[in-house]
């Protein structure tokens, strides 16, 4: 079993910017995927950023060229800076992880934009 640990979530104006960091518990296993999703209220949860184990990136149209995730493999460990925020960034932030079929979760951190 793989716990995630998110943070670094919390509210900021708009135009600021915010850096959200997920830790996996294991740092001994080699995570295929690591990423970010996001959902609103009311909205379904959708795909924001993800990073494979060979260092190729996705992002959803909507936050290119304004958010960058990046990793740290030998510690498990995913970022996500988010510059240039707009309130319809606004939602709940989840961390998952593949290992091979199987998916990890978090918890979930809340960002808030204000205008």
């Known amino acids: 079993q793989v716990q995630l640990v998110e943070s670094g979530g919390g509210l900021v104006q708009a135009g600021g910017s915010l850096r959200l960091s997920c830790a996996a518990s294991?740092?001994?296993?080699?995570?295929?995927?690591m990423g970010w999703y996001r959902q609103a209220p009311g909205k379904q949860r959708e795909l924001v950023a993800a990073s494979t184990s060979g260092d190729s990136t996705t992002y959803a149209n909507s936050v290119k060229g304004r958010f960058t995730i990046s990793r740290d493999n030998s510690k498990n460990t995913v970022y996500l800076q988010m510059n240039s925020l707009k309130p319809e960034d606004t939602a709940v932030y989840y961390c998952?992880?593949?290992?091979?079929?199987?998916?990890?979760w978090g918890q979930g951190t809340q960002v808030t934009v204000s205008s």
């Open positions: 998952y992880a593949r290992l091979g079929t199987i998916v990890y």
């Open positions: 294991e740092t001994r296993i080699s995570i295929n995927a």
